[in-house]
């Protein structure tokens, strides 16, 4: 016993003297965790916009965008037969009230095609005062989460001010907050404590060696007395009984009753947004320079449009590498995941109408590696993704193409 107390006084010590340094609070979405192929292969999303970052408790705040399913869809992660959109928060700091995918109300999982477009918007409503960080992401089933840009919200007011109250069928207004909170706590004590005295009943008894033993004995028949059958037959009908029973009390009571919706909602992708035909985008071949940083790009260029275009960004994971001398023509997504300055080409002239050319882009830039992008070096499935937006400066047209190739790291 001596031997083991200097051990843990040791441990205590060595706890105690680590409790006075400060621990910073963790606040991110692990969006960085996934693999580079994933997040620039699967959901590809363009214009997301919030109504506002600055908002009070009870107000209301919604966010909208764009997204691409791609057509390069990765052969490791299953299709999105069954795909659902949330907003990641910490904690319930928003309720969402409103969804829409398409212009159409949207409440269950839908099924997206690769190579369609979608446009979404998700209404919600302040819960809790705080700055937070917050995304739209997709849950694909099977696959994981595919996070939408993040910013930071700042909610104010008072929490106790919060209201989340709706009228039901029959012209009663219920509080969301508290209604059936005491129903839903009795029941869950309830059942947790028949669980667990069917569970004290079997394991208050000599367990697994005994059990052996009594087994290799011949003496099986000992193990489960009268009382056990008949404690066991109570069960498995009152249970059932019981479920039922409530079941019919419950369904006379609310007779209007919606119950939670299962289904697989099917909604078709818009009319073509990306690889809409007008100026093709061939991508020819990619290089990783992993000491600069940089991806170059090779593309043949189809301008089948009535004017001249260029290319202005390159979109990848939600970060933007811009072409600085296009800057000014369309609005920055967001300023930490802007790299305004990241994308040079070989030839910036205007590409004219009916005009084939191949060119070369440079794609330079820290964020392949604070974004952790570069790992996609190391993926089984080393091939990169994205969106390649051409602007016509006369027209005041954007054209958009999905693009993926296989990947050649550079190491000098």
């Known amino acids: 016993m001596k031997s083991l107390f200097k051990p843990w006084l040791l441990a205590m010590l060595c706890i105690n003297v680590l409790s006075i340094f400060a621990v910073p609070t963790a606040q991110a979405h692990g969006e960085k965790a996934l693999e580079p192929f994933i997040r620039m292969r699967t959901i590809q999303w363009y214009d997301v916009q919030w109504s506002t970052q600055t908002f009070n408790v009870n107000d209301e705040v919604s966010v909208s965008g764009k997204f691409h399913v791609a057509e390069d869809w990765p052969i490791s992660v ?29 409440t269950n999982s839908v099924s997206l095609e690769p190579g369609g477009d979608y446009e979404f918007k998700v209404v919600m409503k302040g819960r809790l005062p705080g700055r937070y960080h917050i995304h739209p992401f997709f849950n694909l089933k099977d696959a994981g989460q595919v996070m939408g840009p993040g910013v930071w919200l700042e909610i104010g007011g008072d929490p106790g001010d919060f209201t989340n109250t ?28 028949l669980a667990a005295a069917w569970l004290l009943w079997w394991v208050r008894r000599p367990l697994f060696i005994s059990r052996y033993r009594m087994l290799d004995a011949g003496l099986e028949h000992e193990l489960i007395t009268n009382q056990d059958k008949t404690i066991a037959k109570a069960v498995l009908v009152g249970v059932p009984v019981l479920v039922l029973a409530l079941n019919a009390v419950t369904a006379n009571q609310y007779p209007d009753a919606i119950p939670l919706q299962a289904g697989l909602d099917r909604i078709l992708p818009l009319p073509a947004q990306v690889n809409a035909g007008m100026v093709n985008v061939d991508t020819l071949k990619a290089e990783y320079n992993v000491a600069q940083r940089a991806m170059l790009l090779q593309f043949s260029v189809d301008n089948r449009s009535q004017g001249a275009v260029r290319i202005g960004e390159f979109s990848s994971s939600n970060v933007h590498f811009m072409n600085a001398d296009l800057a000014n023509l369309h609005s920055k997504p967001g300023k930490d995941d802007v790299s305004n300055n990241g994308l040079s080409l070989d030839d910036n002239a205007p590409i004219a109408p009916g005009e084939q050319r191949t060119v070369t882009i440079e794609v330079r830039d820290a964020a392949w590696e604070s974004q952790k992008l570069d790992g996609l070096i190391k993926d089984a499935d080393s091939r990169v993704g994205g969106l390649l937006f051409l602007y016509d400066e006369v027209m005041g047209k954007r054209y958009i193409s999905s693009i993926s190739t296989a990947v050649i790291p550079k190491f000098n």
Do not use: C
Request: charged share 15%.
């Open 78 to 106: 299953p299709k999105p037969e069954a795909s659902f959109l949330n907003i990641s928060t910490p904690g319930p700091v928003l309720i969402r009230t409103e969804r829409y995918l398409n212009g159409k109300p949207w």
């Open 166 to 193: 709706i009228q039901t069928i029959n012209g009663e207004l219920i509080d969301m907050e508290s209604f059936g909170f005491a129903n839903g706590v009795f029941w869950h004590l309830f059942w947790g404590a």
